[in-house]
Nanobody, 111 residues
């Protein structure tokens, strides 16, 4: 079972950007779907974005046009570029293959 370690979270002002990384313990080239999820305090975990091994992507309506998911199979890493961040993006972000696992990384958007 692949292990995933998320990084790149932090505190950012509204309108700012962050790039999250998800490092896998083994090759992800055979994993059809890699995904990012998030869970805000008091809310259920939600799917933010996913990407297939062929590069097809899908996004939650709330992040379309602001977030970009990508994967580098040669580095066994998945990324989430987050731009124009809003306070409502504050959450713990988890990587998935495709189910979420790992400890997550905290993203806080606040002035």
């Amino acid at each position: 079972q692949v292990q995933l370690v998320e990084s790149g979270g932090g505190l950012v002002q509204p309108g700012g950007s962050l790039r999250l990384s998800c490092a896998a313990s083994r090759s992800i080239s055979s994993i059809y779907i890699m995904a990012w999820y998030r869970q805000a305090p008091g809310k259920q975990r939600e799917l933010v974005a996913h990407i297939t091994s062929g590069g097809l992507t899908n996004y939650a309506d709330s992040v379309k046009g602001r977030f970009t998911i990508s994967r580098d199979n040669t580095k066994n890493t998945v990324f989430l570029q987050m731009n124009s961040l809003k306070p409502e993006d504050t959450a713990v972000y988890y990587c998935g293959a495709p189910a979420p696992r790992g400890q997550g990384t905290q993203v806080t958007v606040s002035s």
